[in-house]
């Protein structure tokens, strides 16, 4: 045995190859492991002479810096350090708060000792602890399958709650506080990849697949391509976002008046009855519409990009950006323009068709009135019809007038529901838009500077605020639907 490594210390000087070290005797099988971490010879150390300090700090020596990477580099190219790396460091957005928060023996010693404040003690008080905490049953078949049984279990919980298909919180209480949410389109993550290309590689998540919990996921490398990942092998290049687990619980609130949406009134080329694979076929028609229009987006995006990434390497270098590129840029500024247009018209009808062929899901239209805005609508209807008689006779005789405030109050109540709802559904806070540019749109023309002055604006600055807790900056804009 002592024979064989010093052959190998002499062939490969501290650095192996997984195929030499299985030439070694079976029995040695704690020998390869010494001999993997075996230091270099004494003679070949860096000695390290202590120096005095310098008003600048001395650079860091080259050769040892680059022999110190040249050996980390061979270390890597072994597939089981490769995979240990990996085991050890790698941990996807679902997988993070189960593997970093408490160990099951802090966990297991709070359910014990609730009444046990510091984690100072001695060994003897240690060792009693252990003793009435029971031996551990570790490195069991049964408590590999077991262990692996509960990761499972726990990251559908997970999956379910980034879905929103939980209506009851509290049976998922040995989860985390803090859950991940899912990743969207164009994050950019770094996935684990099987097959012919083991490894970790940077990439960018193109598609979500809910059902199968995975992400398409087109990889930067040339000639990786693109690939379908599962949710547990892709981490977020960028910092996760996490909710408190209490937050899910009170997005699921029960309708505030009917117990089906409402319904409307289709023209009839809505309710086309030439159907194909039980869909009809204008509903496939127009989602075919909206995949080619996504499409045409997805390649000006990339275009967009890589002309950001010119422009700012002309800047860096104090270069003049040319009268062609400024050209071709608005090109496909106004491109994106008329494209977004066409998409909202196209996304407006497919969901008057979600709505149709699944009303029960609460699918609604675009263009409908939202339940919040209606509810506030009537509200303040009732607010000011109240103030007003108080004192036994109409205060504000003009219809004008009192429909002006109780629009006016019922933006204050939209407000306040947006702002203590806590879900920021997106229609909602669009309706609050909606809302301003309809009373926009009734009052006189000499008042329009006034009413942008005191009330436009201070609005624009609540959905500012309203926005960051949530991803509506899309809808903080004015509808651009307008024929």
């Known amino acids: 045995l002592h024979r064989s490594m010093t052959n190998c210390l002499k062939k490969r000087r501290g650095s192996f190859k997984m195929a030499e070290l299985d030439q070694l005797p079976d029995e040695s099988s704690s020998a390869k492991a010494l001999v993997s971490l075996k230091s ?13 300090f310098t008003a600048t700090m001395s650079t860091p020596d080259k050769k040892a810096s680059q022999k110190i990477g040249f050996r980390l580099r061979n270390l890597l190219k072994l597939p089981k350090a490769h995979k240990w790396c990996i085991y050890e460091w790698f941990y996807s957005n679902i997988d993070k708060p189960l593997f970093e928060g408490d160990n099951d023996f802090c966990v297991c010693l709070k359910e014990s000792f609730p009444n046990l404040k510091t984690r100072k ?72 990849l099987r097959g012919i290309h083991d ?24 000639g990786l391509g693109t690939h379908t990942i599962p949710d547990y092998e892709v981490l977020s290049n960028e910092p996760h976002e996490t909710m408190p687990i209490a937050a899910f619980g009170q997005k699921q609130r029960p309708s505030r008046f009917f117990m089906t949406p409402p319904r409307l009134h289709y023209t009839p080329p809505l309710q086309s009855p030439i159907t194909d694979g039980g869909f009809p076929v204008e509903f496939l028609i127009q989602v075919t519409k909206l995949s080619k229009i996504l499409m045409i987006k997805k390649e000006h995006i990339k275009k967009l990009r890589e002309m950001n990434t010119e422009a700012e390497k002309l800047k860096s270098y104090s270069m003049p950006i040319g009268i062609e590129f400024q050209r071709r840029y608005a090109t496909i500024v106004l491109e994106l323009e008329q494209l977004n247009k066409d998409l909202n018209k196209v996304l407006h009808k497919v969901q008057q068709y979600c709505y149709e062929l699944a009303p029960d899901q609460g699918l609604q239209p675009a263009d409908q009135p939202t339940d919040m805005r209606r509810r506030c609508e009537e509200e303040a209807q009732e607010i000011v019809r109240q103030a007003n008689s108080a004192s036994g006779q109409p205060c504000v005789e003009n219809e004008n007038l009192t429909d002006l405030i109780s629009r006016l109050t019922a933006i204050l109540l939209q407000i306040k529901c947006l702002a203590e709802g806590g879900d920021l559904n997106s ?27 005191n009330v436009e604006i201070h609005v624009a600055h609540i959905q500012s605020g309203l926005s960051q807790m949530g991803n509506l900056h899309a809808f903080a804009a004015n509808n651009t639907n307008r024929d």
């Open 40 to 52: 270099p010879k004494r003679n070949q150390r860096v000695a390290m002479i202590p120096q005095k």
């Open 121 to 192: 003690l001695t060994r003897v008080e240690w060792g009693k602890i252990r003793r009435l905490m029971g031996k551990p049953r570790r490195c069991s078949s049964a408590f590999f399958e077991e262990e692996r049984s509960a990761l499972k279990q726990k990251r559908q919980k997970i999956r379910l709650l980034q879905q929103r298909k939980v209506a009851d919180v509290s049976q998922f209480k040995d989860l985390p506080d803090e859950i991940p949410l899912p990743l969207v389109i164009g994050t950019k993550v770094t996935a684990r």
């Open 427 to 453: 229609f909602e806070f669009k309706s609050l838009t909606d809302s301003l540019n309809d009373i926009k749109n009734t009052i006189d023309a000499s008042n329009i500077s006034c009413f942008q002055n």
């Open 199 to 222: 490894g970790l590689f940077t990439g960018q998540i193109d598609a979500v697949d809910t059902l199968n919990a995975t992400y398409r996921v087109t990889f930067d490398r040339t």
